[in-house]
């Protein structure tokens, strides 16, 4: 592999020192080479040298000519097909192209093909896909791993060097934790920086687009080109982007870290504790200083989150229902049973499930109780993290409380399952910015992370933080 | 008997509520559906700001409260023509509140229906049943278009009340130009809501009639179901809250559903969409652009051409018909004075040629000008009643001015008595036979004589003299 990073293969390809073709062609060997870790749902080598024949035709100066960049396939594109990890949309090919992927296209990116996600990016393994689970590229030979989820496909093609970047989506934790377990940078930025248009919806009120990469730099520069106001999204803020690449500064003294108390469960690994202490010895060495504090409705973010989420998701998935697009069950007899069969056989068992959470918790007699106590307590959580914000700048905490666990680990339950979101979903509640980088191992050499939470449309300090932890790491 | 009315106005606008999509009438089933309205994956709704707009303006002209905070809920159902899996909804936070509306009664009395709130909503596609055996096919084009709810309080007590406050409630979003109230398209359409009780008594259960789309509709199917339920009660029974359709063909009302099959919409903010915030400064600015408003007009005919509270608000239900008669007495001053006969004319005259050409008002051959200096040749005398509706007709056909027929055909009145004298003469001098009758007592004769002197002056005599004349020459 000629690149790790794009900010090299942006200056060899600028100095002529490889082509775009050459480039890619490496990265489609890489891919084919790798079709076991079932990383990618589309991938089609002639649509690539399409793109490359595209772009060398093409004389503009564009950012990221020719990077290539694996794309989740919960963002709609024209020109491959759009699944969501579901037979439900198994044979969609959307004639739109998402905000995000747009963006991506016209600063001259190629898309080598559409990742593997939870179905509908619900889950923490990528293991509810309707195209089977992806594996972590990091496992040893008999012991496949998680690659963490639902962005694991994304995740795992950036760790696995089947691409420069990948594009990635997070509700409660799906870039983040699946970046933690594949050793790669992952970042969520604030809800309204990215434009959702174009994304099949999970959870509207929590979900965002974001990015892996294999180093912040290369985190700062992708995350600049998705991001911007979009006025067909209604929750897209109007905010100046700053130049997060030009304006990278890994200076932080002065600065102050505010270390939440409230980030450790039982049963966690002992050398996550280690890699936090870490993470303040450096950032104490840079002038920082530490901050010990309180966010203390975060036990209730993880219920909370399984509320608010699924409530969403059980009516946004409501319009996969067989009548205009996508999968439509045979041999029926009545508007009913199409949606009985159409839903039933379309959907996989974590879809249901959280499609009839979501459903219960909105019912007549329920709502008060589940849904609107759980808005009151995302309230609560939101709060928690702005008089933190009066103390510290920034916030330092373990990504997951585990590394990689093997495949099919937590499958049979969905409660240990959902754990694995414990320290990411508050800043998906709060709308914060987050990122996850490498930082130290376990004792089986998996990777942990480090997680960033900044304040809302922080991403520059996210990123600062972020690089100052890595360059320390390296 | 206690009614309420659940109206929905379908919002005056070129583009839906929430997507860009055309809203013509009439179109190609699914030629106005953008991928908003299909509910494609990733495809999210953006607000239309003039729809917001027209529903404030709606808000101000049923007298009530503008709420300066307002949320859109997700109504939860599947149904083949509610592409998304839900309507889009004001639920507990609408955009107008509280209102009244003010409705005038034969008797000359006005009552006042309270209006507990209107609201925004999204209208649903059509399923199309009758286009094959064995299929159901779906048109989008409506999906998505621009509703206002209009809830009324149960204050109604018949069914000529409640035709009364379509009426009124049609008539004032007309004056706006909320709403083209077109209830043939089904721009504007009512659910209503039936119960009956003894006088004084609490309230009885009701029932509601779904989707009634006119006016006679409206009123047949509240007095069959108030008979309906009052029979059941006389006969001991119970009423059970049911929803019904009304059957156009047997003027009878059915059960769709009842209470017990009753969705559970789950309603709940939508995601996708921001609280909507209104400022003072927007209201006022809204507030300052509305014109006359029906109430206001019915005041200003009573007062300044001394009309009946009731003639006037007859006049002014239809704002085209209003707005044509303030035209014609714009026209000429001295037609101030003559409210109530250009009002005849219009509503008998001018309507009769009108309807017998299918026409509208609003494009009728006779201009508001044109009728006026009509009216001004009746009142001045210089042609008769009988003279200026055949003149009318004329004009209604060849589109000359009132003056120019009258003048053309030699039409004006015949008002010189000498004149008129010298032909009563020479009829009664061919006659002679039957004056003789008359004298000896067959008076009836009079008006033979009188007809044949209309006849030997085409109609022009002035009919006051000639009578006068010809009375003093038989006697």
Known sequence: MPFKSIKDAISNIESKKISIRELNLEFIKKIKDNKNLNIFIYFDEKKIINQIDNLEKDNSNKKLKGIPLAIKDLFCTKDMPTTAGSKILENFNPTYESFVTQKLINDGAIFVGKTNLDEFAMGSATDTSYFGNTINPLSKKDNPLAPGGSSGGSAAAVAADLCLGATGTDTGGSIRQPASFCGVVGIKPTYGLCSRWGIAAFASSLDQAGVFTNNVEDSSILLETIAGFDQRDSTSSNVNIPNYFDNLNDDLSGMTVGIPKEYTIDGMPEEINLIWEESKKVLENKGVKIKNISLPHTKYALPTYYIIAPAEASSNLARYDGVKYGFRANGISSLDEMYEQTRGEGFGKEVKRRILIGTYVLSAGYYDAYYLKAQKVRKLIANDFKEAFKECDFIVTPTAPSAAFPLNEKKQDPIKMYLNDVFTVPASLAGLPGISIPFGKDKNNLPLGIQILGKHFDEQLVFNVALSLERSSE | ?475
């Open chain 2, 1 to 475: 008997m206690v009614v309420g009315l659940e109206v929905h106005a379908q919002i005056k606008s070129n583009s839906k509520l929430f997507s860009s999509s055309s809203t013509t009438f009439g179109s190609s089933p699914n030629s106005q559906v953008s991928l908003v309205d299909a509910a494609m994956p990733g495809m999210l709704p953006v607000i239309n700001e003039f729809c917001v707009k027209q529903a404030i303006k709606s808000g101000i002209g049923l007298r009530a409260e503008i709420n300066k905070y307002s949320v859109f809920d997700r109504k939860n159902y599947f149904y083949a023509d509610l592409p998304q899996g839900y309507q889009i909804s004001q639920f507990k936070y609408p955009i107008v509140g509280k209102g009244k509306v003010s409705i005038d009664l034969k008797d000359g009395t006005s009552k006042n229906i309270r209006i507990v709130r209107l609201h925004l909503e999204q209208d649903a596609g059509k399923s199309l049943h009758d286009q094959n055996p064995s299929k159901t096919y779906v048109d989008l084009n409506r999906s998505g278009v621009a509703l206002m709810e209009i809830v009324s309080e149960p204050d109604i007590s018949s069914a000529e009340e409640a035709g009364l406050y379509i009426s009124k409630i049609r008539s004032i979003l007309m004056y706006l130009d909320t709403c083209d109230g077109n209830m043939q398209e089904g721009s504007l359409r009512a659910d209503v809501n039936v119960s009956v009780r003894k006088p004084n008594d609490k309230l009885g259960t009701r029932c509601e009639i779904k989707n009634l789309n006119s006016i006679k509709f409206i009123k047949q199917a509240i007095d069959y179901e108030a008979k309906r339920q009052i029979k059941i009660i006389e006969d001991g029974g119970e009423i059970n809250q049911n929803t019904l359709l009304f059957d156009t063909q047997t003027g009878k009302t059915k059960p769709m559903r009842s209470k017990e099959e009753a969705h559970d919409y789950r309603y709940f903010p939508d995601p996708d969409l921001l609280p909507l915030e209104i400022d003072d400064d927007e209201i006022k600015n809204i507030k300052n652009n509305i014109l006359e408003l029906p109430d206001e007009r019915i005041e200003r005919y009573i007062a300044e051409f001394g009309l009946s509270k009731y003639d006037a608000s007859v006049l002014t239900i239809e704002r085209s018909v209003s707005d044509y008669f303030d035209e014609v007495i714009k026209s000429n001053k001295a037609l101030q004075g003559h409210a109530k006969i250009v009002s005849n004319w219009i509503s008998t005259e001018l309507f009769s040629l009108l309807k017998k050409d299918n026409l509208d008002i609003s494009t009728s051959p006779v201009s508001p000008k044109d009728l006026g200096e009509l009216i001004i040749l009746l009142t001045t005398n210089v042609i008769s009643g009988k003279i200026a509706k055949e003149v009318l007709t004329e004009m209604f056909s060849s589109k000359k001015s009132a003056k120019y027929i009258v003048e053309k055909e030699g039409l004006k009145q015949m008002t010189d008595s000498s004149e008129i004298e010298t032909i009563i003469e020479k009829i009664l001098s061919e006659n002679q036979k039957m004056v003789n009758e008359y004298k000896s007592g067959k008076t009836k004769l009079l008006s033979y004589f009188v007809g044949q002197v209309m006849k030997e002056t085409k109609g022009k005599a002035n009919p006051k003299l000639l009578n006068e004349i010809l009375f003093k020459k038989l006697n």
